[in-house]
């Protein structure tokens, strides 16, 4: 089975469990693993005659929701969500979660924090025992573009590792986030052993951060889809029994 194949399983599950007529306004996230998680809403939407709302994480996650005929709204309409689905750049053990590979990550980060429930969907090989095990292109920061490189050399030095200037691969150039900001991508030290909370709140103090791409304790459960098809459901006790 493919990577595709593995996404689609895992965004197909979470759907199926989690969007029902109790719910109303879902968060709709970015990337390649949520394509088949609207397509599947659409699916529900019209077979099952469900009146839902969906707010968007990016303008793509926008253009996929109009594309599929269901319902647009955003988050100046609408500040409490049933749920939100989105993907994931790697998830570790403690449910600490590396996202903005595709430079959403601020958007993603304000629609997650309003949901009740926040789901991720991923193919199995996202799941690691700590950050950085995997997805080695570090932790995407949004910056203002006037800042970037006093918040570049300040990351450098209070927390080690290299900032890079993620450039666009079409343009000469800094990749523009939604917001018309930069994106830092720090490279840390994966044989450290850091405080993931600890960092996040280090990182937000300097001057020129908008916003990490680190969500930390913010998931709920995770669908990891597997090559043999299954998915692996991974659930965040400590946030599900509370």
Known sequence: MSVDKAKESAAIAAVNEHINHN????????GSTIIPAVKRIAEMVEKDKLDLICVPTSLQARELILSHGLKLGSLVEYQELDVAIDGADEVDEQFNCIKGGGGC????????????????VADEKKWSTNLGDKWKKGVPIEVLPIAYKITKKE???????????????????????????????????????????????????????????????MISKAYFGNN?????????????SA
């Open 105 to 120: 990550q601020t958007q993603e980060k304000l629609v997650a924090i309003c949901a009740k429930k926040f789901i991720v």
């Open 155 to 217: 990351i450098e030095k209070q927390l080690g590792g290299e900032v890079i200037v993620r450039e666009g691969t079409g343009k000469v150039g800094p990749v523009l986030t939604d917001q018309g900001n930069f994106i830092l991508d720090w490279k840390f030290d994966s044989s450290k052993v850091f405080n993931w909370s600890d960092v996040n709140q280090q990182l937000k103090l300097i001057p020129g951060v908008v916003e990490t791409g680190l969500f930390i304790n």
């Open 23 to 30: 719910v109303h306004v879902i968060g709709v996230g970015s």
């Open 228 to 240: 043999d098809g299954n998915v692996q459901v991974k659930v965040n006790s400590a946030i599900v």
